[in-house]
């Protein structure tokens, strides 16, 4: 079985698929793991490599089609990544949301950083991201058309998240 969980930043996406995994006993890959990965592959550090990848599409690109290729050829995997499920043919799509408030205490508390910073870059982070995703993928972050099952994470815990995502794998037709 292929998972994908995405969600915007600060909504659980990391914290969920790790537990998930966990728990299923299915092995995860997240998108930063690719992205660290091929950082290590061009012999870059992640600062760098991020750097790179800002003026350059096909860093994108590269990361989703590497994230797709890993799926293809695993029977049981959990995705996590923003939009992996617009790349990866997963058998169950999940997005995870909270507000953005809610987003930006939990960064704010796991970065230590102020809540009004983080509330500044997320605001900038995720106009950013919109409109690169629509550029380079075409692809509207906020269409959810896509996906099997969307949770409120600032309505239930992690643990209540991941029951749920287990109670619809179970349940799936």
């Not at 299915?26 to 290590?40: L, N, T, Y």
């Not at 509330?119 to 972050?141: G, V, W």
Request: hydrophobic share 40%; net charge negative; aromatic share 6%.
């Amino acid at each position: 079985m292929i998972i994908t969980i995405g969600g915007l930043a600060g909504t659980g996406t990391s914290t969920t698929a790790k537990t998930l995994s966990q728990e299923i006993n299915i092995p995860f890959i997240s998108a930063g793991d690719v992205f660290r990965q091929m950082a290590v592959e061009n012999n870059m550090t992640l600062l760098e490599f991020s750097e790179f990848a800002e003026g350059n599409d096909n860093i994108d690109k590269a990361l989703d089609k590497r994230q797709a290729e890993i799926a293809n050829n695993s029977e049981n995997l959990i995705v996590e990544g923003r939009i992996s499920a617009f790349f990866v043919n997963a058998d169950y799509r999940i997005w995870l949301k909270a507000p953005d408030n809610v987003r930006a205490e939990r960064i704010s508390y796991r970065e230590d950083k102020s809540l009004d910073t983080v509330k500044q870059e997320i605001a900038e982070r995720t106009a950013s991201e919109r409109k690169r995703y629509m550029e380079i993928h075409d692809i509207d972050i906020d269409n959810l058309d896509i996906y099997d099952l969307i949770i409120n994470t600032d309505t239930f815990n992690i643990e209540s998240t991941v029951n749920i995502i287990k109670k619809c794998i179970e349940n799936k037709k």
